[in-house]
């Protein structure tokens, strides 16, 4: 059976369709969800994309964190269906209190897009079994609000539990507290990261395909549970 | 105030009004007295002086800019011409495109941010009411001095405002220009194009058909921002004196867009709609006048019904009202409920405010009464025309006779001089990186971005199964269209195509944004007539139809107009997107070539503003038809796989571009200045119809078998080699130094 996984589509999501995308050259069924729609469709994983839902009004993921799919994604991850949140997706995660902290407004002050460096500290989430702890990859990054922000004793727990997925090297490109780009959640199967794997899918249009490895990573994690 | 209904108007002839406020003219008031036998009511003497403004009616331009028509060449692409939102090209597969290049010049200066964001909005809708999805935006801009205090406070915010309301609507941003000039210090071109895609038949039309079909205005609530936008701001001069402008410009709100799009190509995957139009300068006194004038003529609207942010608007405040993220379609009867629903489902607010009917007049109710009863081709087709008169400046002759010659500016002759101007060059903000800027742009959204960033032309993939992709280029050079208004409006043709053509795409088609200074100058108009004129019969002879576009005239501060900038966009199409070509010298041991003839052409040429602050001669001489050649070789090397690089020479000439190429792909180059070549002309001249690639040893034969046999001169001027620019016998210079002076420029000067 493939797998299904679903990616949500909010009001002012963009990256909806390159999620579905990569969901789909790693080998699994991409299944459009819709805000409104509590219903999950059986799907087996979800991606929050990134985008502007609801124009990032009011502040970043704090109105799509009450979309209807949101109660429904918000039980399901709690019994363990793994879901990946890239940038206004991380931003949802942590307004749900999925995961601790909060982005704010990068240190420039201005939107940053760049092919961005990163380092796998975790390769044992849901979402990043496929690549080795330590390992270096190239993914665009592209926010205005993407500063990883979080107070001492989470950000001593994150580390001490293992709970940094990725951080950015050589340049952090958005004043994140520790160079944090990714976080987990205690059990590993919800992932909130604020680069763009699903840009590094092809060749033709991505920096490199180095961020296939997300995708494809979810597929092994169900295939073996 | 009572409200000025048409028997008021008929009742109280002489009542006076204020047409000079809005921007009309005594004798085109007189006409529309004329047109309607009586004085027009308040909402109709708004309508008239909203689209009989210079931006909407083209009353200047329009008797130059038929020629864009009547010299059109023959091209079977084409599926919609001039006079629609946006023109569209076929570009085979059953895909269509179409593109479009506006302006948003005024409103920029007067509020950066919201004045180039509403230009991004304003330009995305024409692609949407095509019935194209839009999928990639660009932004030609121009700035006065890079080190101006003035230039610190309008750029950031207006790349902000283009990046803050593209990326909201998760379209890439794959190209564009920026340049300074301390001739748009008062005066900044923000030039913005869409390109959209859709199939054959999903092509919509703005017109309003079928008596009984309903008016459907849909999207945001009508306020009172922009009102006069198109009349009072970009229809006249700034003056220093006059009354502060900004409540002329509109505010944006990209996720109102974006909602917008989403709910709209839904709307038409279902086939709802049997006309549309966007809501932009002129609001809703356009779009129905419009609608109705292309169709059978009828149309009554209870302009009541708008739903507004501000109640206390007046029937001539709704009418002008600019206010951004709203279209305007045409529906059947039977359609009204499914189109109300789609609308529903994007949480877009959607009202029947009217419907067609079978007579010929766009008659307007405010609470049952009427406010306007017009003939609407007579407001929207049928405005005013100007034979503007034009003669060639006095100064053009003393201007063209002051020739960059080697005795007039002094030429670096030692290998060390050639160094210096070269990174002088280099190092300049008009060529320097434009990371900074670039940066702040979305360029990997919607994932089909092939070329984007610092490549002759950005280039997206359209069929994710076939590969089918389009690429575009905008240029514009107004230093030499300053020198010659004729020949620079055919460079800027001649660089965007040969630039479409190095990536490896096919150009179809053009669209062109005139930006020049004010009709009302007989110097300003016989530059918008040379190059007009210029423009029209080059594109005859690429074969490169004007599908659209805009003009913006008054870009002028008291008596001082900017260079006539006429910002050229080609479209081009690839088959197969895996084999475009970009710009970077990525493999060592590849030969590079020099296509074309180097002449000593420096009149207007980057090397003479930033070496010696200079503008005069004559520029670059224009050869269409080796631009063509140059073009085919370049598509032919990249589909057949001879070129692995390829950039094509403008300003700064081939210095500029191989310090380009090898700063993109990180190697050196080896280069030597041919037999007979004086190093300075090799380096820093502007001719035109030319380009450096890159060959593969194993395809040099075959490469120069085609370039001898089609008789486009090629020559073998070096290697990709090292990490040093070795110009041999002259200097060498490494990359780590190139790139120090290449890049952090604008943010030094930003910060």
């Known amino acids: 059976m493939t797998t299904r996984v679903g990616v949500v589509t909010f009001p002012g999501s963009l990256d909806d369709r390159d999620a579905q995308r990569a969901v789909r050259l790693a080998g699994a069924e991409p299944v459009a969800l819709w805000h409104r729609d509590k219903d999950l469709h059986q799907v087996d994983a979800v991606v929050l994309p990134g985008g502007f839902s609801y124009g990032d009004y009011l502040r970043c993921g704090a109105i799509s964190r009450f979309s209807p799919v949101m109660e429904t994604i918000i039980e399901q991850a709690k019994l363990g269906m793994p879901v990946l949140g890239i940038c206004n997706g991380f931003q949802v995660l942590c ?16 939107f940053i897009c760049r092919d961005q460096k990163l380092r796998i500290e975790n390769a044992g989430t849901a979402w990043t079994r496929d690549y080795s702890a330590g390992q270096e990859i190239v993914v665009p990054l592209k926010n205005g ?43 590993g199967n919800v992932v909130g990261l604020m680069p763009h794997p699903e840009h590094a899918v092809e060749p033709l249009t991505g920096p490199t395909t180095e961020g296939l490895g997300f995708f494809t990573s979810v597929l092994k994690q169900l295939v073996n549970a | 105030m009572t409200l000025d209904t048409v028997k008021n108007a008929e009742q109280t002839p002489d009542a006076a009004q204020p047409w000079a406020e809005l921007g009309l003219k005594e004798d085109e008031y007189s006409r529309i007295r004329e047109i309607l036998g009586r004085r027009p009511t308040g909402a109709e003497l708004a309508m008239y002086s909203v689209m009989w403004s210079e931006h909407c009616s083209y009353k200047s331009s329009k008797v130059h800019l038929k020629q864009f028509g009547e010299k059109a060449p023959e091209n079977d692409a084409m599926l919609v011409g001039i006079g629609e939102n946006a023109g569209v090209v076929d570009v085979g597969q059953g895909y269509a495109v179409t593109f479009k290049v506006e302006s948003h010049n005024h409103p920029s200066y007067i509020e950066p941010y919201q004045g180039a964001a509403t230009g991004i909005g304003g330009i995305v809708r024409d692609i949407l009411a095509m019935g194209a999805r839009p999928v990639a935006v660009m932004d030609p801009l121009r700035f006065g001095a890079a080190d101006h205090p003035d230039t610190r406070r309008v750029l950031p915010g207006i790349v902000a405002g283009i990046g803050g309301y593209g990326n909201c609507l998760g379209l890439p941003n794959i190209g564009g220009e920026v340049v300074f000039d301390s001739c748009y210090q008062g005066n900044p071109l923000v030039n913005a194009l869409c390109v959209g895609v859709m199939k054959h038949e999903d092509i919509h039309l703005a017109k309003a058909s079928g008596p009984g079909n309903k008016v459907i205005l849909y999207g945001a609530r009508t306020g009172g921002d922009g009102i006069g936008g198109v009349s ?16 002329a410009v509109q505010v944006g709100d990209p996720f109102q867009e974006k909602l917008l799009i989403e709910c709209t190509l839904e709307i038409f995957k279902e086939d709802l709609v049997a006309g549309i139009q966007d809501l932009g300068g002129a609001g809703l006194s356009c779009a129905t006048s419009e609608l109705a004038s292309a169709g059978t003529g009828g149309m009554r609207i209870e302009l009541d019904t708008v739903p507004l942010r501000d109640n206390t608007l007046s029937p001539e405040e709704i009418l002008m009202s600019e206010s951004q993220e709203r279209m305007c379609a045409i529906v059947e009867p039977g359609k009204v409920d499914r189109f109300l629903e789609i609308c529903e489902k994007w949480d877009v607010i959607a009202t029947v405010i009217g419907e067609v009917t079978d007579g010929e007049r766009l008659e307007i109710f405010w609470h049952g009464e009427q406010v306007v009863d017009v003939p609407p081709r007579t407001v929207a087709h049928e405005g005013p025309t100007y ?59 919607l994932g089909n971005t092939v070329l984007s960033v610092g490549e002759d032309s ?40 040969r630039n479409v053509a190095a990536g ?30 210029g423009l029209a019969d080059a594109c005859q002879v690429l074969g490169t139809p004007v599908t659209g ?11 001082v107009a900017i260079h006539p900038t006429p910002v050229v966009a080609v479209l081009g199409v690839i088959d197969d997107v895996t084999r475009r070509t970009p710009i970077g010298f990525a493999e060592e041991g590849q030969l590079l070539y020099l296509l074309g003839d180097t002449a000593d052409e420096l009149g207007g040429s980057a090397w003479s503003q930033v070496v010696h602050q200079h503008l005069g001669g004559l520029p670059p001489k224009v050869d269409l038809e080796r631009e ?17 690089a390829a950039h094509d020479l403008s300003d700064g000439g081939l210095g500029q571009a191989l310090v380009e190429s090898c700063l993109k792909g990180g190697k050196g180059a080896r280069v030597v200045v041919p037999e007979g070549q004086d190093p300075f002309v090799f380096l820093f001249s502007e001719s035109a119809g030319r380009a450096v690639v890159s060959v593969p040893r194993s395809e040099e034969l075959r490469f120069n078998d085609m370039c001898g046999a089609r008789g486009l001169p090629a020559t073998r001027i070096g290697v990709v080699d090292g990490d040093v620019l070795d110009v041999q016998g002259q200097f060498g210079v490494s990359l780590a130094e190139l790139k120090d002076a290449h890049t952090g420029v604008i943010e030094a000067l930003l910060a």
Not at chain 1, 95 to 110: F, I, K, W
Not at chain 2, 628 to 644: F, K, N, P, Y
Request: overall charge negative; charged content about 25%.
């Open chain 2, 549 to 559: 576009g805009n003009v913006s005239l008054y870009n002028q501060t008291g008596e």
């Open chain 1, 145 to 187: 609000e993407g500063r990883f922000v979080a107070d001492e004793h989470v950000l001593d727990a994150l580390e001490a539990e293992g709970r940094v997925v990725a951080r950015y090297v050589d340049v952090n490109p958005n004043g994140s507290y520790r160079d944090i780009a990714g976080i987990t959640n205690a059990a």
């Open chain 1, 95 to 110: 307004e749900s209190h999925l995961l601790p902290g909060a982005l704010t407004r990068n240190d420039s002050l201005h």
């Open chain 2, 628 to 644: 063509r050649l140059l073009g085919e070789i370049l598509i032919a090397g990249s589909r057949d796989g001879m070129i692995d």
């Open chain 2, 387 to 445: 034979q503007r008169p034009f003669a060639r400046p006095s100064w053009q002759d003393a201007l063209q006779a002051d020739a960059p010659t080697a005795e007039r500016l002094v030429r670096p002759t030692t290998g060390e001089g050639l160094k210096a101007d070269l990174l002088k060059v280099a190092s300049h903000p008009n060529q320097a990186s434009k990371s900074w800027i670039t940066d702040q742009y979305d360029r990997y959204v």
């Open chain 2, 458 to 497: 950005g280039m997206i993939r359209i069929d994710e199964e076939t590969n089918l992709g389009v690429s575009v280029a905008t240029d514009g050079n107004g230093r030499y269209t300053k020198l010659d208004p004729y020949t620079g409006a055919q460079l800027a043709l001649a660089e965007a195509y």
């Open chain 2, 504 to 533: 490896g795409a096919k150009p179809l088609a053009v669209s062109d944004c005139l930006n020049f200074g004010s009709p009302e100058d007989p110097d300003v108009m016989w530059q918008f007539a040379e190059a007009t004129r």
């Open chain 2, 232 to 247: 009072v701001l970009a229809s006249e001069t700034f003056d220093a004196t006059g009354p502060a402008k900004r409540p």
